[in-house]
């Protein structure tokens, strides 16, 4: 199976940070353990399909697993599928055999002219066989490779077709689609097409999955989302794998972020000048890196919130912006990070200045030696805070002991005041008792005293 350069080694380490990668996404079941039963979905995929799977592992993991869930999540509704671009089948057959481990009902669908290779390269014609294998693109081979992985016959809903022709869109919108995977026509105006026709007919928090965003060989794949008008308010991006990008699409009011639109301009511009200067590939992804930062430094507001709180409780009142006083780290750890993305051209608030990063100040190497620098700036301050947490930690289970304490003392007087209560009940109930025999509200013990002798 020829697979091209793409990556086919999945180590325990690479299976920890596709989870991690999940979770953070919003995928909070994902493990370490279904990552390598997903390495071993494709590996049995890619040596059951006459072809190839375009693509690289991480990136195939991360669909697997988050189609499985979108599916878990629809409960007893059906889960709609796309996708665009299906080339052998393999992506689909994997598409189908996660939504089947879900449990849930769903319906696929798969986009693709099934007439050869779309492009013989980046601005050639098209070619009538796949240019890898050698080997010729046509429905009948899709529809034997999916039954080789055991999908039924009319499991996937195949569509001979370009994506922009409207029996294709027609087909996509017999119900609203949970999870759209685009990995057809990577042009700037094919993916535009893409967006305007597919988008709207997705359904609100459903998923889409952006093949080749970052890659060089296709960096009209960036440059369409980083420019799309939904990007990133509406096509919110939740993951980046590989070269996949993993967005939830959530229509809304639009909101300005002017701290993400700034990393994807950083992006375009990183992406621009490796494309400019030869470079097939980037050893560090900017909006990653950057968005670890911002990630971080969210963490850290949260932070100064609960420790806001812990100190108005205990009547030691700060300043929403003071630093914490737990770890004398963590100011100079931002003010690392500040002067590096101020090295890029970038303020963490998402700023830009005039000449914010001219081609010239930013080649891919540089832009991978500030990307390390971060990484090692974004693992300090992640440890920094995570002692803080923990000090913070101790400081709310002091505070609940004194709430504790407090209680049981409240509890003790409230005892003695309910006694106190029922004595005094019971002397009222007898002198009412009394009173209402006639009788005056003296003592017996008065009563029965002798009256003293007369004098002499």
Same mark, same amino acid.
């Given at each position: 199976?020829? +697979?091209?350069?793409f990556? %086919?080694? !999945?180590?325990? /380490? !690479?299976?920890?940070?596709?989870?991690?990668?999940?979770?953070?996404?919003?995928?909070?079941?994902? @493990?370490?353990a279904?990552?390598?039963?997903a390495?071993?979905?494709?590996?049995?995929?890619?040596? =059951?399909? =006459?072809?190839?799977?375009?693509?690289?592992?991480?990136?195939?993991?991360?669909?697997?697993?988050?189609?499985?869930?979108?599916?878990?999540?629809?409960?007893r509704?059906s889960?709609?599928?796309?996708?665009?671009?299906t080339?052998?089948?393999?992506?689909?057959?994997?598409?189908?055999l996660a939504?089947?481990?879900?449990?849930?009902?769903?319906?696929?669908?798969?986009?693709?002219?099934?007439?050869?290779?779309?492009? &013989?390269?980046?601005?050639?014609?098209?070619?009538?066989?796949?240019?890898?294998?050698?080997?010729?693109?046509?429905?009948?081979?899709v529809?034997?490779?999916?039954?080789?992985?055991?999908?039924p016959?009319d499991?996937?809903?195949?569509?001979?077709?370009?994506? =922009? $022709?409207?029996?294709?869109?027609?087909?996509?919108?017999?119900?609203?689609?949970?999870?759209?995977?685009?990995?057809?026509?990577h042009?700037? /105006?094919?993916l535009e097409?893409?967006?305007?026709?597919y988008?709207p007919?997705?359904?609100?928090?459903?998923?889409?999955?952006?093949?080749?965003?970052?890659d060089?060989?296709?960096?009209?794949?960036?440059r369409a989302t980083?420019?799309?008008?939904?990007?990133?308010?509406?096509?919110?991006?939740?993951a980046?794998?590989?070269?996949?990008?993993?967005?939830?699409?959530?229509p809304?009011?639009?909101?300005?972020?002017p /701290?993400?639109?700034?990393?994807?301009?950083?992006?375009?511009?990183? !992406?621009?000048?490796?494309?400019? &200067?030869g470079h097939?590939?980037?050893?560090q992804?900017?909006?990653?890196?950057?968005?670890?930062? @911002?990630?971080?430094?969210?963490?850290?507001? $949260?932070? %100064?919130?609960?420790?806001?709180?812990?100190?108005?409780?205990?009547?030691a009142?700060?300043a929403?912006?003071?630093?914490?006083?737990?770890?004398?780290?963590i100011?100079?750890?931002?003010?690392?990070?500040?002067?590096v993305?101020?090295?890029?051209?970038?303020?963490?608030?998402?700023?830009?200045?005039?000449?914010?990063?001219?081609?010239?100040?930013?080649?891919?190497?540089e832009?991978?030696?500030?990307?390390?620098?971060?990484?090692?700036?974004?693992?300090?301050?992640?440890?920094?805070?995570?002692?803080?947490?923990s000090?913070?930690? &101790?400081?709310?289970?002091l505070? /609940?002991?004194?709430?504790?304490?407090?209680?049981r003392?409240?509890?003790?007087?409230?005892?003695?005041?309910?006694?106190?209560?029922? @004595?005094? $009940?019971?002397?009222? @109930? =007898?002198?009412?008792?009394?009173?209402?025999?006639?009788?005056?509200?003296?003592?017996?013990v008065?009563k029965? +005293?002798?009256?003293?002798?007369?004098?002499a």
């Amino acid at each position: 199976m020829r +697979t091209n350069s793409f990556n %086919r080694q !999945l180590s325990s /380490a !690479l299976a920890q940070e596709v989870s991690t990668i999940l979770r953070q996404a919003g995928f909070a079941e994902v @493990k370490e353990a279904d990552v390598l039963h997903a390495g071993e979905v494709f590996a049995r995929v890619e040596q =059951t399909i =006459t072809g190839r799977v375009a693509g690289h592992l991480e990136d195939y993991l991360g669909m697997f697993l988050a189609t499985r869930a979108v599916c878990a999540a629809r409960g007893r509704e059906s889960a709609h599928l796309v996708e665009i671009g299906t080339l052998f089948g393999g992506s689909a057959a994997l598409l189908w055999l996660a939504a089947k481990e879900s449990g849930a009902k769903f319906s696929l669908t798969a986009i693709d002219p099934l007439d050869g290779y779309y492009r &013989h390269s980046q601005s050639g014609p098209s070619s009538p066989v796949d240019i890898i294998t050698g080997l010729d693109i046509s429905a009948a081979r899709v529809r034997a490779n999916l039954a080789a992985c055991g999908v039924p016959e009319d499991g996937v809903k195949l569509v001979c077709a370009l994506s =922009t $022709d409207p029996a294709a869109v027609a087909a996509a919108a017999a119900q609203p689609i949970d999870m759209l995977f685009i990995d057809g026509d990577h042009s700037l /105006a094919g993916l535009e097409a893409d967006y305007a026709n597919y988008l709207p007919l997705m359904r609100a928090g459903g998923f889409v999955v952006i093949d080749n965003f970052s890659d060089l060989a296709w960096p009209d794949v960036t440059r369409a989302t980083l420019r799309w008008p939904e990007f990133p308010h509406v096509l919110q991006p939740v993951a980046l794998l590989r070269s996949a990008l993993l967005c939830r699409y959530q229509p809304g009011p639009a909101q300005s972020s002017p /701290a993400v639109s700034a990393y994807a301009r950083l992006t375009e511009r990183a !992406l621009d000048n490796a494309v400019r &200067h030869g470079h097939r590939s980037l050893d560090q992804n900017p909006l990653r890196l950057a968005g670890m930062i @911002k990630q971080q430094l969210e963490g850290l507001d $949260d932070f %100064r919130a609960r420790a806001a709180v812990i100190s108005k409780l205990r009547d030691a009142p700060v300043a929403a912006d003071a630093t914490p006083p737990w770890d004398a780290k963590i100011p100079a750890l931002i003010a690392q990070a500040d002067d590096v993305l101020a090295r890029l051209g970038l303020s963490r608030q998402g700023e830009l200045p005039a000449e914010w990063l001219r081609p010239a100040e930013l080649r891919p190497e540089e832009c991978a030696s500030l990307a390390g620098e971060l990484a090692k700036i974004s693992s300090q301050l992640r440890q920094a805070i995570a002692r803080a947490f923990s000090q913070l930690a &101790h400081q709310s289970r002091l505070l /609940a002991l004194d709430y504790r304490r407090v209680q049981r003392r409240h509890q003790r007087l409230q005892q003695r005041f309910n006694v106190l209560q029922a @004595k005094f $009940d019971s002397v009222v @109930k =007898t002198r009412a008792y009394r009173v209402g025999r006639g009788l005056h509200l003296v003592p017996d013990v008065v009563k029965s +005293t002798p009256a003293p002798a007369p004098r002499a």
